[in-house]
């Protein structure tokens, strides 16, 4: 797989603490919000998603919070684990044809052991 | 990766010269999408589409071109690689034309001299 050497934003946690990876967008238009990470080397894989009549969602071990007065998104990862370890990047869509993304550009992830 | 394979995954070629990347699915999603990757600026959409023979262009199409004849192959050219098109490309797939995931491919890494 390939990854790009970006110069990012990083968020160094201690493994089993929680992250809170954070991500202002930019739309105020945009109903939909994505969040995926990236490994090094590999393309990025989906990891929780919410629409905009919503502010909170859950999955396992993921939390992702939507606030649209502030135009912010956060992705809140618990017992962080040595796995997280990746760059994390949030997108955002319209209610427009194709479901073009615009995707911000991207926090990394450190877990230290 | 949902079935995404890119090829060539690593090509360095010179300025002025054209390249062609493939994208090939087997999931039979309806929609593709091309991206570049770079430093800087996370993922921007380049072209996508909706379907055979149906694309559109997205955030930075200028010097590219796509095809797609059948619905497993979604092919991106450069015409006459600059330079500036150097970059990781990532190929993905979707479903759904609004609100819903994206899969990627694992990328292309392409170095214009």
């Known amino acids: 797989g390939e990854s790009v050497g970006l110069h990012l934003p990083t968020l160094s946690v201690q493994e089993g603490d929680n992250s809170i990876i954070n991500c202002a967008y930019s739309n105020s238009a945009s109903d939909y919000f994505i969040w995926y990470k990236q490994e090094s080397g590999k393309g990025p894989q989906f990891i929780i998603d919410?629409?905009?009549?919503?502010d909170k969602r859950q999955g396992q071990r993921v939390t992702v919070l939507l606030n649209k007065t502030v135009k912010h998104l956060s992705l809140q990862i618990a017992a962080t684990q040595p796995g997280d370890s990746a760059v994390y990047f949030c997108?955002?869509?319209?209610?427009?044809?194709?479901?073009?993304?615009?995707f911000g550009g991207g926090t990394r992830l450190m877990v230290k052991p | 990766d949902a079935g995404i394979t890119q090829s060539p995954r690593h090509k360095v070629t010179e300025t002025g010269t054209p390249v062609t990347l493939r994208c090939h699915q087997t999931e039979n999603h309806r929609y593709m999408y091309w991206y570049r990757q770079d430093p800087g600026h996370g993922l921007r959409l380049i072209h996508y589409s909706y379907g055979v023979k149906d694309t559109d262009k997205g955030e930075v199409s200028d010097g590219y071109s796509v095809s797609r004849s059948k619905t497993e192959d979604f092919l991106l050219t450069l015409e006459s690689a600059t330079s500036s098109q150097t970059s990781v490309y990532f190929c993905a797939t979707g479903t759904s034309g609004t609100r819903d995931e994206q899969f990627f491919g694992p990328g292309t890494r392409l170095t214009v001299l």
């Open positions: 919410i629409r905009s009549n919503m």
């Open positions: 997108a955002e869509t319209l209610n427009n044809a194709g479901n073009m993304l615009t």
